[in-house]
């Protein structure tokens, strides 16, 4: 139970409420003890007072001030004209076998004569208090506390009691007083030292939440990052220190992980090329009988081959990302080249609606993502796979959906990751090696986009690229033309050719048209693309003039890909 509920509430609010807990109960027992201690001692100082008043007034009697034996006299001279409240009392019937006579032989001013404050009657000596109310001679009444203390008259002996009374309503106003600041500040208290005590506790915590920060925020790709290690020397610096250590030993091991994937899979690329070779060579000179294992066989192999493909990339993305060569891409038509692709895979041929839409990225690789989303919808879709791609705002969405089992929402996640086979799908005719939808978390991210799988209109699964669109950007009304550059080095002498050199085309080789001009202060003409022909040997061209040079224009001559296909020149006749 406390377990539980420390976990529900957390440290800084579980450090807060035992802090203000404690405060409140030392608060409580210190405001009790300040209370009582308050009452008692108020009241032995009025208990002091009122014993003083009836020594001096008890002594005054008994020392027959009035030099007289007459104790009511005396009495009656020593409490007269005096303002607070002091009784002289006596027993005249001394038979201890009858009714007592008590009498009041002297009060002062403030009280009536009768009724008395108090009924007690000491003996010499002793002392004794009472709490009562008493009527004044104005009517009022007044709590008081009333000393009783006995004494003897030495002329004859008779014994008498003086009452002193000291009221008792400061001390109520003084322990109420205190009561309510008690009763007051200790709830300010508790809550000032819970909230001081969450605040600083939080501020105490702060390196363990950049801790915390830090370490949610990593992923595979980022284990080269450390946590930021507070400069106190305390246990959240041993934390840090302690952490950094493990993220420097998984960097370690995750690294030497990578570069044995790499490795292996570069090993063995030589190997499966060499056996694909050999398999597809066999494949025609063996008999009917062993062909269908050699088709088998090849099968495997190229199923082995996608896989050390597919690891392949996912170590370089692993090592340096995969850096994704830009351009613009028509995403609508490799959508639309789904339609009737074949796969090795089978299924369902998919439904394709495609709007033009136009991206930034690498072709082969949003090529290679989109068939893996496809792959994977006809290996468990049961009649349908619906591939759709719309614009939608800033985004390209590309939906590709299955009317198959789906993807349970506990699992959603966890398919993207690598190696990953639902339970339903474990079976080697149903599915590959589990990297065909990390590979498309990759490359999708590599583009700034997002996948996610959701629920099917159809009944499976829906996995949703989303990828930011081409920015048009607004055209610059008034470019600056291109710079044209001329290349002016002399022409190199070429030996002359060979007999027979450049005779296999039949016909006479075209000149490559250039600019009339000589030079970079005459105009030239614009220079159309010329059309892809063998070109002969460069010492047949003769000499020609400066070629212009047009950056960025893509009907310049320097800008034909000269790596294009060689012809094959025949042997020559010797």
């Known amino acids: 139970m406390r377990d539980r509920l420390r976990a529900r509430l957390g440290v800084r609010t579980t450090t807060a409420l035992a802090a203000a807990v404690t405060v409140a109960v030392v608060l ?25 008043q009836a020594t001096q007034l008890g002594e005054r009697v008994a020392a027959n001030f009035a030099g007289s034996d007459d104790i009511k006299r005396n009495a009656i001279l020593a409490t007269g004209k005096r303002s607070d409240y002091v009784e002289v009392v006596t027993d005249y019937n001394a038979d201890p ?11 002062s001013d403030p009280l009536p004569e009768y009724p008395l404050m108090s009924d007690l009657l000491l003996q010499p000596g002793e002392t004794d208090t009472v709490d009562t109310w008493v009527t004044l001679n104005e009517g009022k009444d007044v709590e008081v506390l009333v000393l009783a203390k006995g004494f003897e008259f030495p002329p004859t002996g008779q014994h008498f009691t003086v009452l002193a009374a000291q009221p008792v309503d400061f001390l109520h106003r003084a322990v109420d007083t205190v009561m ?55 246990e959240v610096g041993m934390l840090a220190e302690t952490m950094n250590q493990m993220l420097g030993r998984l960097e370690g091991s995750q690294v030497i992980q990578r570069r ?17 070779s050999g398999l597809e060579l066999l494949d025609g000179t063996v008999d009917e009988a062993d062909r269908s294992t050699v088709h088998t066989l090849r099968g495997e192999a190229a199923r082995l081959d996608r896989l050390v493909d597919g690891l392949l990339l996912l170590a370089r993305s692993d090592e340096r990302g995969l850096q994704p060569h830009r351009e613009d891409v028509d995403l609508d038509e490799i959508v639309e080249a789904e339609r009737g692709r074949p796969s090795d895979v089978g299924g369902v041929d998919p439904e394709v609606r495609a709007d033009p839409v136009r991206v930034s990225g690498d072709r082969a690789q949003l090529v290679r993502a989109v068939r893996n989303l496809v792959d994977n919808a006809r290996r468990h879709a049961r009649s349908r796979v619906v591939v759709t791609l719309v614009a939608d705002g800033a985004s390209a969405v590309v939906d590709v959906a299955d009317d198959g089992a789906g993807v349970p929402p506990a699992d959603r996640g966890r398919v993207f990751e690598r190696f990953v086979r639902l339970d339903d799908a474990r079976a080697r005719a149903d599915g590959g090696a589990g990297l065909g939808l990390a590979i498309v978390t990759e490359i999708v991210t590599a583009h700034d986009g997002t996948v996610e799988v959701l629920d099917s209109p159809l009944g ?34 070429r030996p002359a050719p060979e ?15 250039t600019p009339t001009g000589g030079g970079p202060d005459q105009p030239t003409r614009p220079v159309p693309r010329p059309t892809r022909r ?41």
Do not use: C
């Open 180 to 234: 309510a600041m008690v009763l007051v500040g200790i709830p300010v208290l508790v809550v000032l030292v819970g909230g001081f005590t969450y605040v600083f506790a939080g501020r105490a915590l702060r390196p363990v939440e950049a801790i915390r920060a830090r370490v949610a925020g990593l992923t595979d790709r980022d284990l080269g990052q450390r946590v930021p290690v507070p400069a106190a020397r305390d």
């Open 499 to 513: 007999p027979g050199y450049g005779a296999w085309t039949g016909e006479e080789q075209p000149t490559r048209p």
């Open 534 to 574: 063998p070109r002969p040997h460069p010492a047949d061209a003769g000499p020609t003039r400066p070629t212009p040079i047009r950056l960025g224009d893509a009907t310049s001559p320097a800008d034909v890909n000269p790596t294009g296909p060689l012809p094959v020149v025949p042997p020559l006749q010797r």
């Open 460 to 493: 499976g699964a829906l996995f949703r690229i989303r990828l930011p669109l081409v920015d048009a950007g607004v055209p610059d009304p008034d470019p600056e033309p291109s710079p044209v550059l001329y290349d002016d080095r002399p022409p190199v002498p």
């Open 260 to 276: 044995f994937v790499a490795d292996a899979s570069h090993e063995l690329r030589s190997p499966l090329t060499t056996i694909a």
């Open 97 to 107: 076998n009858h009714e007592p006579d008590v009498q009041n032989i002297g009060s």
């Open 28 to 52: 409580v027992v210190a405001g009790a003890a300040l209370v009582l201690g308050l009452n008692a001692l108020l009241r032995m100082q009025i208990m002091a007072a009122a014993d003083q």
